[in-house]
T-cell receptor, first 112, second 116 residues
Framework: GEDVEQSLFLSVREGDSSVINCTYT??????LYWYKQEPGAGLQLLTYIFSNMDMKQDQRLTVLLNKKDKHLSLRIADTQTGDSAIYFCAERYSGGYQKVTFGTGTKLQVIP | EAGVAQSPRYKIIEKRQSVAFWCNPISGHATLYWYQQILGQGPKLLIQFQNNGVVDDSQLPKDRFSAERLKGVDSTLKIQPAKLEDSAVYLC??????????????FGPGTRLTVL
């Protein structure tokens, strides 16, 4: 089945690390993504990880993938007020037209 | 490089009326997507075009929704007649269409539809 779940809300203080979690159900997914959506804007790709990787680091962003548990996380180091947004995880399926399914989104609030 | 353009940005209509949205993808992008994003949810794919052909419209409510991309460039999405539950943001995205996980989708700002 195609189901991607996230917690709805996360609040952190500026300068702390944020960890946003995501679970998915399809073990045949090939790529997993993190997108950021600011108010009134479309989605912006932050980073992605191939399903045979455990970790990917890109500046302040660290993606961890636990394929056994179908768990994906995004860690943002030194969180800034500009990081306040909704974060979506998404998975791409290996079959058919490789459709991308998005999670429900986690709203990150950064407190100054 | 210009991004994905969408218009209008906002639209308010009454139920049973018709509405159309327009999308101009990034130049050279072969794949175009229309998503529906209901408040508090993630985007849901409605239809995916590869050039001017449809490759996936499995989640498009075809009794009321239609989309076309006649010349393989810009696209229109139409709803006729609209229902209250169609209130959402309609996002257009495009990608090069090379396939694989690195085929990044670039999103437009969306059209916010309110059906009264």
């Amino acid at each position: 089945g195609e189901d991607v779940e996230q917690s709805l809300f996360l609040s952190v203080r500026e300068g702390d690390s944020s960890v946003i979690n995501c679970t998915y159900t399809d073990s045949s997914s090939t790529y997993l993504y993190w997108y950021k959506q600011e108010p009134g804007a479309g989605l912006q790709l932050l980073t992605y990880i191939f399903s045979n990787m455990d970790m990917k680091q890109d500046q302040r962003l660290t993606v961890l993938l636990n394929k056994k548990d179908k768990h994906l996380s995004l860690r943002i180091a030194d969180t800034q007020t500009g990081d306040s947004a909704i974060y979506f995880c998404a998975e791409r399926y290996s079959g058919g037209y490789q459709k991308v399914t998005f999670g429900t989104g986690t709203k990150l609030q950064v407190i100054p | 490089e210009a991004g994905v353009a969408q218009s209008p940005r906002y639209k308010i209509i009454e139920k049973r009326q018709s509405v159309a949205f327009w999308c101009n993808p990034i130049s050279g992008h072969a794949t175009l997507y229309w998503y529906q994003q209901i408040l508090g949810q993630g985007p849901k794919l409605l239809i995916q075009f590869q050039n001017n052909g449809v490759v996936d419209d499995s989640q498009l409510p075809k009794d009321r929704f239609s989309a076309e991309r006649l010349k393989g460039v810009d696209s229109t999405l139409k709803i006729q007649p609209a229902k209250l539950e169609d209130s959402a943001v309609y996002l257009c995205a495009s990608s090069l269409g090379a396939g694989g996980g690195t085929d990044t989708q670039y999103f437009g700002p969306g059209t916010r539809l309110t059906v009264l």
